[in-house]
């Protein structure tokens, strides 16, 4: 049961964006800007997997739930790399410069401090820029703003797979500016 | 030195906002609609408290000088409270309900699961409101984002007390929403 009462059903995140549209719409703007928006050099697929694996270093269901349909749906394949990712991301079958890009992220999600020149090096030397370095680091951070305020306040976080692949494939297509939908049992999302 | 070539010489989270505009409008209206806006019962000073007190949890130098400065500015005093509520927030002259709420603070800096219901029920009982103890989680999970994002990219932290005091003094009258300023000794900020 969530900490306060937020006067709606929907799960996770959702339910404080309604309770709070104030902070709701810069929240929903940032991660359209880091998530969704083209980039110069990063799939959409490819930064979703770096919020979906800090989602998990942060043991956030619902952001790892939610990030890792979206990131399947947006890397147009079964599913097999993000869980790879989420087991291990040295094994994945994922670009060295991704594997560097996550290690930073890793790193940050400790704490920035922990990010090291020989961690930017490596990144570089497998071809990272400085706009990925900027945004790698930017998104480890963020999520461990957005996984603290969905575990902080105990938001309801469902079990069911099929309504978080449901609600990734929306956010794949359409981005987070769109209202959520509701979903045909009844359930709010 | 920062990890990135930002191309530009203002300190801290400045550096990151000019080099990267796409992300920063979303992360300053967040941080103008956390800590400045109208509330309907927090200051905006004890609003700069729970997000400088989570600063210096995060030992994030920058953040937690400058957000220290503007709750300074807001609370109308010589800056003892900001000290003394750094030093121990048990024995600062703040209201039970701040010492509750910095509590929960704490505990979503160390991750959002350690907050629990007796915390939760602690703060009710000395006052606090659903929108108070949501704005308590909401801003510190949001300075685990930025104090990552200023650390995390090796930003500069200048040590000069006076640089802080004077943005901290325009921030406080002006909100986040406002450009900085370049100081006449040629440094920018």
Redesign the interface.
């Known amino acids: 049961m969530p900490?306060?009462?937020l006067t709606n059903e929907y799960p996770g995140i959702r339910s404080?964006f309604i309770?709070?549209p104030?902070?709701a719409?810069?929240?929903n703007?940032?991660v359209q800007?880091?998530l969704h928006?083209p980039h110069p050099s990063l799939s959409a697929g490819e930064r979703e997997l770096i919020a979906t694996y800090v989602s998990r270093l942060?043991?956030?269901k619902y952001c790892c739930n939610i990030h890792g349909a979206i990131a399947k749906h947006q890397l147009g394949n079964n599913g097999d790399i993000v869980q790879q990712v989420l087991s291990d991301p040295e094994t994945a079958p994922i670009s060295s410069k991704m594997k560097a890009l996550l290690k930073?992220a890793a790193?940050?999600q400790s704490?920035?401090?922990n990010?090291l020149?020989a961690d930017?090096e490596l990144a570089r030397s497998e071809g990272a820029t400085?706009?990925e370095?900027?945004?790698a680091?930017?998104i480890?951070?963020?999520f461990?703003?957005?996984?603290?305020?969905?575990?902080?306040?105990?938001t309801w976080q469902p079990d069911d797979a099929e309504l978080y692949d449901k609600m990734g494939e929306q956010r794949a297509r359409e981005g987070y500016l769109t209202p959520p939908f509701k979903v045909a049992t009844g359930d709010s999302q």
């Open positions: 900490h306060i009462n404080l309770y709070r104030e902070t719409a810069p929240m703007a940032l800007a880091m928006n942060n043991t956030c930073i790193k940050v704490g920035g401090k990010v020149p930017i400085d706009i370095l900027h945004d680091v930017l480890a951070a963020a461990c703003m957005y996984n603290r305020y969905v575990d902080g306040l105990a």
